[in-house]
């Protein structure tokens, strides 16, 4: 049989082939397995909080369960640079905010990742103001005595955070800097259990993002004394900005928002941009996001090119603050 007939027999055998063989993975409809979402924070805390009311929804219009997964450490940059290196295949997503995605960079000069060189975005998943809070017998009844007590006590005084690079770290590093005041700090893998410490009076104060503190404000199990946005929040009505408590320097919201590693196909962020936006179009879902004080992004700050500005110019708005502050690891 000569070369050209034994080639002919075997392209044909390989033409079956192909048409038997079951249609290229890639072909099957995004998604079609369960979607893993790295929380770099302890479980019950304000990034997983806001991870898990959107990730329920957003599953149902997947039609795949969004799994969370919380590795925790290093201010959220070691569930930030894990995320990095997962496969960017559209199953690997991270709930990271302006810590882990504007404020590390200048924190960690060494860091592994960058924010948008190292990250696809998705999108801003919510708006989570920062409040100055206590435990609830820290002799001071208002952000003036709370000032004086903490200079005049600042040898005694502990400061609860989530790690350097975390919200409530950043944030009370500019809180302390405003005071000219250095605490000893109090690291833990989240705020979540940073407020238990304070919930138990281990810890004295600490920054924190709204949507872990209402519930116990409200039950007065905590203190609080500012938020850091320039009008008050209508789930806290009576807790007076920071301006009008006269800190007006103490100007911070925080985010969180979904990003994807690098490279991961268009059609997977585009569809999981979209299942994004439709939870925070959802009733349920946008009641119990601001029921705890978050702030919802209405559409022009929402998609893939918002979240890239947005941290961008929180890349530009915290550097020069951490520089001032002489702190970095
Ligand atoms: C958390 O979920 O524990 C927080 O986002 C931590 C922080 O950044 O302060």
Same mark, same amino acid.
């Given at each position: 049989m000569s070369v050209f007939t034994r080639f002919a027999a075997l392209t044909g055998l390989l033409g079956v082939a192909a048409l038997a063989a079951p249609a290229p993975a890639h072909a099957q409809a995004y998604p079609s397995r369960p979607i893993n979402m790295i929380v770099p924070f302890a479980a019950g805390g304000p990034t997983d909080i806001v991870a898990r009311i959107v990730a329920d929804h957003m599953s149902k219009t997947l039609g795949q369960q969004i799994v969370i997964e919380n590795v925790v450490g290093a201010g959220g940059t070691t569930g930030a640079t894990r995320a990095m290196r997962a496969p960017a295949d559209g199953y690997n997503i991270i709930m990271g905010h302006m810590g882990t995605h504007a404020a590390a960079v200048a924190l960690y000069p060494k860091l592994a990742y960058h924010p948008t060189k190292n990250f696809d975005p998705v999108g801003l998943a919510a708006g989570t103001p920062v409040l100055i809070v206590a435990r609830k017998d820290f002799p001071a009844k208002d952000l003036k005595e709370f000032v004086a /007590?903490? #200079?005049?006590? %600042? @040898? #005694?005084? !502990? &400061?609860?955070?989530?790690?350097?690079?975390?919200?409530?770290? %950043?944030?009370? +590093?500019? +809180? /302390?800097? =405003? &005071?000219?005041? #250095? $605490? %000893?700090? =109090? $690291?833990? *893998?989240? %705020?979540? $259990?940073?407020? /238990?410490? +304070?919930?138990?009076? *281990?810890? @004295?104060? &600490?920054? @924190? *993002? =709204?949507? !872990?503190?209402? $519930?116990?404000? #409200?039950?007065?199990t905590i203190k609080a004394y500012a938020i850091g946005t320039a009008d008050r929040n209508p789930a806290l009505p009576d807790l007076p900005t920071t301006k009008e408590a006269g800190m007006s320097q103490f100007d911070v919201s925080a985010w969180n928002a979904i990003f994807a590693p690098k490279g991961t196909p268009k059609e997977a962020l585009d569809k999981l941009s979209d299942a994004l936006s439709k939870a925070l179009d959802d009733e349920g879902v946008r009641k119990r996001l601001l029921d705890l004080g978050s702030d919802i992004p209405g559409p022009d700050r929402r998609g893939q090119a918002a979240l890239n500005k947005l941290v961008e110019g929180e890349i530009g708005r915290w550097t020069p603050v951490i520089k001032a502050s002489g702190v970095s690891q």
């Open positions: /007590n903490v #200079k005049g006590n %600042t @040898d #005694k005084i !502990n &400061m609860a955070h989530a790690g350097v690079g975390s919200v409530s770290f %950043t944030s009370c +590093l500019l +809180l /302390n800097s =405003i &005071m000219n005041v #250095k $605490p %000893t700090s =109090i $690291p833990f *893998q989240g %705020t979540g $259990p940073a407020l /238990n410490a +304070l919930l138990g009076g *281990q810890v @004295d104060y &600490m920054c @924190d *993002q =709204i949507v !872990n503190l209402v $519930p116990h404000i #409200k039950a007065g």
